[in-house]
């Protein structure tokens, strides 16, 4: 029965609601539909290191002001301060009159999208791919309604591209698991790029840790019963959700609820009298939306690409969606840096850091990849410097480390060796955009740090052997107080995942076969001092 109220229907132009909210902390967003889409690119979403060439919207010359109060879809400015949104201000694309649809309270469920069905007329084969529909996509997309299209031509000045956004919509709670898995895109096309999209594109717009698209069936709560599911596959209602992501529960952490849950049957198009959503008009009109999300590619720079932002309604015209773009947040930056880990022969309180001599303490160089993390590739590097490999530090680094996708960074030990000699430089270049971006890190070497002049000294460190270990670590105490010490191997995350007792006169013997390959700390508590030591497993 419940399908019967996702008829589509037009939208009847309603009063503009643009005051402020009547409390002091809680604001109402404010939507401008007064902007040029060209002006909406250059003024407000542009930021560092980006040009930007051809602004369209729909498909139209973008320096053309978009109709306000019709359809078929609509663009304008936001702001959003201290509103439920998260974002301070921006771009917003939406599936309606953005200025009726979207500013709060949500105290009421918006069946009509507030334009015209565009299936036949319109179809969007790029947005139709993400919903997932292998039958609209053999059909020429035809399962694509109302959308919001936003594209340029852009040059990038930096070797990463990124945009912060927040997608939201009026299909949560009630149609999530559904053929009405409304959608949107960040797709770039372009020199180097390779995707299954028109031109070759990809798709931006991944769930963090994933590489699956967001959407409504992808990002939610997680907790949804059978009476709220609303998948045409009735003996599986959660059949949509798992065939555009396995793991779509386990999303509810980038998913914020706004009012949107109700009692089977379907109310009526009216009310929602969930408070504090339906009266405090920090809330917007959606019933629920994503947490902050950032969107990135690499790309080369001096290089022209193209980017389409896209949100749809799918299969019909009805409960909108919209997505909002941060202000100046399209832009270019760094997309690898290296950092050193803390450690017990580390200085990292001057400009660059000082790695000290050590017998018993390795250095682990991180190497971070800040964006474009579906990729598999490999991070070229080189290295300048008076430090000698194999003398000063040890092993050599490699010409080249491979990030696997979805890494975030991969780290790299070694040892300083004890040596009696000046101080030394090793300088390591990270060199990307086909060498036309060269980033240099210089790290001092620097002799063995004396008893007293530091409260990480030699003598105040774990001995450690081996490490990297396997299944199997030896540690001994320095010299100093004697009694029962505490021995814990804590995660990257800051878990706790071995503890032990142990005494500090004796060499103890830690099993490590339960966990599995990477870094951890190594805490040992004696008399309420904590000395720590980094460890690696590798099995």
């Not at 909406?40 to 139209?60: I, K, P, Q, S, Y």
């Not at 031509?153 to 997608?167: E, H, I, K």
Request: charged residues 15%; aromatic residues 8%.
């Amino acid at each position: 029965m419940e399908q019967l109220f996702r008829s589509p229907a037009l939208q009847v132009a309603s009063t503009l609601l643009v005051a402020l909210a009547s409390t002091t902390t809680h604001a109402q967003v404010i939507i401008d539909q007064g902007l040029t889409p060209d002006s909406l690119v250059r003024n407000v979403l542009l930021g560092a290191a980006v040009e930007v060439h051809d602004v369209r919207f729909n498909g139209a010359d973008g320096t053309l002001l978009v109709p306000v109060g019709i359809g078929p879809s609509e663009v304008g400015r936001f702001d959003g301060s201290n509103t439920s949104i998260g974002i301070p201000g921006g771009v917003v694309l939406s599936t309606n009159v953005a200025m009726h649809h979207i500013p709060g309270p949500n105290d009421r469920l918006d069946r009509t999208g507030g334009g015209f069905p565009l299936s036949s007329a319109m179809p969007d084969m790029d947005l139709s791919r993400l919903t997932g529909n292998a039958q609209a996509l053999a059909s020429g997309g035809n399962n694509i309604y109302n959308k919001a299209v936003l594209e340029f031509d852009l040059v990038p000045q930096n070797d990463m591209l990124a945009v912060r956004y927040v997608f939201s919509s009026e299909e949560y709670e009630r149609w999530v698991c559904s053929e009405y898995n409304d959608v949107f895109g960040f797709f770039l096309s372009g020199p180097g790029i390779t995707g299954p999209f028109q031109d070759s594109a990809i798709n931006l717009a991944y769930v963090p840790g994933s590489l699956s698209p967001v959407s409504i069936n992808t990002v939610n709560n997680g907790q949804l019963t059978a009476d709220n599911a609303n998948g045409p596959s009735w003996a599986d209602p959660f059949a949509p959700c798992f065939a555009l992501d396995s793991n779509w529960q386990a999303n509810a952490q980038y998913y914020r609820y706004n009012g949107g849950q109700w009692p089977a049957p379907l109310p009526v198009e009216g009310d929602q009298q969930e408070a504090p959503y339906n009266v405090d008009p920090y809330y917007i009109q959606h019933n629920g939306l994503t947490v902050v999300l950032t969107a990135s590619a690499a790309v080369l720079i001096g290089e022209t690409y193209h980017i389409k932002m896209g949100v749809a309604n799918v299969e019909d015209n009805s409960y909108p969606s919209a997505v909002f773009i941060q202000q100046q947040s399209l832009a270019c930056q760094d997309r690898f840096t290296l950092t050193v880990d803390a450690g017990a022969n580390v200085d990292l309180s001057g400009t660059d850091p000082v790695l000290y001599e050590s017998l018993v303490d390795s250095v682990y160089l991180r190497f971070n990849r800040w964006g474009a993390s579906y990729l598999d590739e490999h991070l070229h590097i080189a290295v300048e410097g008076d430090a000698l490999a194999g003398l000063d530090y040890a092993p050599a680094l490699p010409d080249s480390l491979h990030f696997n996708a979805l890494d975030s960074a991969v780290v790299v030990p070694i040892a300083i060796p004890v040596r009696t000699d000046v101080p030394r430089q090793l300088v390591i270049h990270l060199i990307t955009s086909n060498g036309d971006k060269v980033l240099s890190h210089t790290l001092n070497i620097n002799g063995q740090l004396t008893v007293g002049t530091a409260d990480h000294g030699t003598k105040e460190s774990l001995s450690i052997f081996p490490n990297p270990a396997g299944s199997t670590v030896y540690v001994a105490f320095p010299p100093g107080p004697q009694g029962a010490v505490e021995l814990q191997v804590v995660d990257m995350a800051g878990r706790v995942v071995l503890r032990q007792m142990t005494s500090s006169t004796v060499r103890s013997k830690l099993d490590l076969g339960h966990l599995p390959d990477g870094l951890y700390t190594l805490k040992a508590s004696l008399q309420g001092k904590v000395i720590s030591a980094r460890l690696q497993v590798r099995h």
